[in-house]
């Protein structure tokens, strides 16, 4: 097992390089493993291109060799026919004897389908090595699948006095708390994340882009909440660096392919509410950065997933309070001056 556990682990490093580039589809690391070298490794890098088996295995050079191998896959290889043929045909065709499956796809097109034709097929199929790593790595795929809804990160910075803003905004639009390294950060966690949720004063305090900035990658879907249709129509969320969907109380007219409205009940629950939509866009994970109110409201609903918290060296004295949050701390790191506490909702 402890050899298994090697290839997976090194599927899994693979299978990273697609963070935020293979929506919807998941995260997913190939080897293939000969005489215990490895011979190809691949991993996907992008819905509708080809999947992680199919280039681990054109990366190798000896296709002679293939028929005496072990192909490794941290996740389940697929069965159907979608954008690209079925991996379980790629494998079966290129007489792989033996397959080691890091975890089972909770996709309904696949959840079992693809073991069961190797199996038919004749091969000697592993499955659940490192399993808990494999579906930690594809967490957003899984919650998307299993939960109906995306994967809700809640990221806010805080003063160290626990304010998120001061009491007033006379100078600096937005105020920051942080450094310029945290804020670094939170742009390439924009980069992995398929949308970025915020509230409506939000963007008439603040006018935030919601892109990547001051990162390489490609800029989330942006999702905003205006009950009334109150924003300002030049906001900066209008433009077309990227897809904008406005989530509100009455239909707009005035889409275009880069904007979308959606309306929701208001007097219901709100965050189950925006998850339905999110759902209904195919959206695998969305980092929440609204004000208090909205943080609050996925808090109190039970709603969420992961917390990232920012705390600042600043104080205010006085202002908008930061969101209540009484959970699991699994993680801490300190970015020169601010603090950064991770938590996991476990509810």
Not at 58 to 77: G, H
Not at 180 to 198: G, N
Not at 283 to 302: C, D, K, N
Not at 331 to 346: S, V
Request: glycine share 6%.
């Amino acid at each position: 097992m402890k050899i298994h556990e090697k290839y997976i682990k090194r599927c899994i490093e693979l299978a990273k390089n697609g963070l935020g580039t293979t929506y919807p589809n998941p995260l997913v690391g190939s080897v293939i493993v000969y005489n215990n070298e490895i011979i190809g490794e691949g991993w996907h890098k992008k819905s509708g291109k080809a999947h992680a088996e199919v280039n681990a295995v054109n990366s190798v050079k000896d296709k002679s060799l293939l028929s005496k191998s072990t192909i490794y896959v941290s996740l389940e290889p697929c069965s159907h026919f979608g954008k690209t043929p079925p991996c379980c045909d790629l494998i079966i065709a290129n007489n792989i004897p033996n397959v080691v499956i890091g975890t089972v796809d909770p996709n309904e097109k696949v959840a079992g389908k693809g073991i069961k034709k190797l199996i038919e097929a004749g091969k000697n199929v592993t499955v659940g090595i490192l399993e808990e790593e494999c579906n930690e790595l594809n967490k957003r795929f899984f919650t998307f699948h299993q939960k109906q809804r995306p994967y809700i990160i809640l990221k806010w910075a805080e003063s160290a006095d626990g304010f998120i803003a001061p009491e007033k905004r006379t100078e600096q639009k937005p105020v920051w708390i942080t450094n310029q390294y945290s804020r670094q950060l939170v742009h390439k966690w924009r980069s992995e994340e398929h949308a970025i949720l915020v509230g409506t004063q939000t963007v008439i305090d603040d006018n935030p882009t919601l892109n990547v900035r001051d990162w390489t990658g490609n800029n989330p879907i942006r999702i905003v909440l205006d009950k009334k249709n109150r924003i300002p129509k030049e906001s900066s969320v209008f433009n077309n660096d990227a897809k904008t969907i406005v989530i509100s109380e009455e239909k707009n007219t005035s889409e275009d392919s880069n904007l979308i409205f959606e309306t929701i009940d208001f007097d219901g629950n709100i965050a189950e509410e925006i998850t339905k939509v999110l759902f209904k866009h195919n959206i695998q994970s969305v980092i929440i950065e609204g004000g208090r109110q909205m943080l609050q409201t996925f808090i109190g609903a039970y709603i969420w997933d992961e917390a990232r918290v920012f705390k600042g060296s600043i104080s205010f004295g006085e202002g908008i309070k930061a969101p209540s949050l009484h959970s699991k701390l699994i993680g801490k790191q300190t970015i020169l001056d601010d603090e950064l506490l991770i938590f996991r909702n476990h509810d």
